[in-house]
Every structure is written in C-alpha cells, then in structure tokens.
C-alpha cells in the first residue's frame, strides 16, 4: 500500500496528533489511509463520525437507513433543527464536510441485514457497530468475523454503557483464540425483554461518553497504540461516575 503523503494543511491541522511520540507522521498517514464503516448515525454513531473526522480518518461509511427526527437531536449531536426530515447519511455526510472536509464519506443509505452485511464489511479495514437492536448487532458481528474485520461494539441502556472490540479471526497472546461477540453474547434476548431507548429513555451525554470511548478504540487499532479492549468489556456507569472491567473468553 503507498504511503499518503500529509498535505501542509494537514500537518497543521493535525499537529496535536503529529507530536504525539505514540502517534507522529506515520500514525497520522495510517489514519489518512484507513477505511472505517460506522454502523449507524445515532445516538452512538454521532460522536463516533466526528471524532474519527476530526482525527483525520481518510474514508467513513455511513450506514443508515432512517431520517433525523426532533427527538434525535437529545443526543445525536451530529444533526441540527435544520436537517431534521432528512435522511441521516445526508445530514452526517455534511456535517462530517464541515469537521473536515479531507475526509470523504460513503452513505449507505439502507438497513444493513445478514445477507448485505458481509459484502459491505469487506470493503473496510475496520467496523464500528453504533446500532440499537440485537438482529443488526449479530448481523454485523458475523460478517466481521467471516471477513477478518476488527469490530468495535457498545451499547447504551439509560445511565449505562459498554464497549468491547472483537477481533475473533486473531489469537491472543496465551495462543487461543480470541472471543467473538456469540461468545459474550450467545444468543438474543427473547423480544421485548430488553426495552429500546424509546421506552426505557436513555440520556443524551452518555452517548457522547461511549462513542468518544468507541473512537478511541477505533483510533487505536488503526495507529496501532495502546491495548484494544479485546477479550475485555469496558462498563460505565454514568450515575455513579464508574468504570469497571469484565474479561471474557472464547467459549
């Protein structure tokens, strides 16, 4: 893969990052030449799109297939009152333009389902699952683990949240295998058992604090620092201002 060459502007641009020992040039050209598929433009997906814009991340695709409504907008920080009835990919794709617009974005404006997902999948280096139902969750957690795709999960509940990245086609450093999100998760809850934000109510800054968390992980995988959360579910407990961490293996 050639190496892309940092512009001026984007030297300047990203000079935080550049002078960062863990990260310099070579990690910033490594963010210019990433390809990451954020699934969802929601609550999750928001932070998510702009942090990785923002970080210099060269191409975001962005899967969904809903409109920005006004109760959106509680935490989907991404939207505005002006783009309220438009589709969400339309409404990310420019305010992603005016985060930075070296950045190009690829909509994908439909409902990703197990048939599509592996296909769509296989044409990025890494996922990032901002979805709000367990048949996508599944759905893209799958097709990752068939196309050898890192994927970053979380999910968010009320006050709660939680991130993991799954990357189930590696070992881990003992040898085996590393867990898939099955093994966490072996199967759905029956419906209706686990209520949707609609219903049960989620706040809107706790999207913010797991998708910033979600972009980090992202970051990290790409630039090749720190220690992914694999094998490891990050928990936040937003009311009691708390971290804690759960390590789970391959079943």
Known sequence: MTTAALTADEIERYAR?????????????????????????????????????????GTLGVIDDDT?????????V????????????????AAIARINPNTTVEPHTFRLTKDNAPALVARYDIVVDG????ETRYAVADACASEGKPLVHAAVGRFDGSVTVLKPFEDAKDGKPNPSYRDLFPEAPPPGLVPSCAEAGVL??????VGT??????????TGVGEPLVGRLLL??????RFDTIRYKRS
């Open 78 to 93: 991404i939207h505005g009152t002006d783009t309220v009835g438009l589709l969400k990919t339309d409404s990310a794709k």
């Open 236 to 241: 936040y407990d937003g009311l009691a201002a």
């Open 204 to 209: 809107g800054a706790l999207t913010g604090v």
């Open 131 to 134: 979805s709000d139902n367990f």
């Open 17 to 57: 990052h550049i002078v960062l020992p863990e990260i310099g040039g070579a990690g910033q050209q490594r963010l210019k030449q990433a390809r990451v598929l954020v699934i969802g433009a929601g609550g999750l997906g928001a932070p998510v799109l702009e942090y990785l814009a923002a970080a210099g991340v």
């Open 68 to 76: 920005v409504s006004l109760s959106n907008l509680q935490r989907q």
């Open 213 to 222: 968390l979600q972009a980090m992980e992202a970051i990290k995988l790409i």
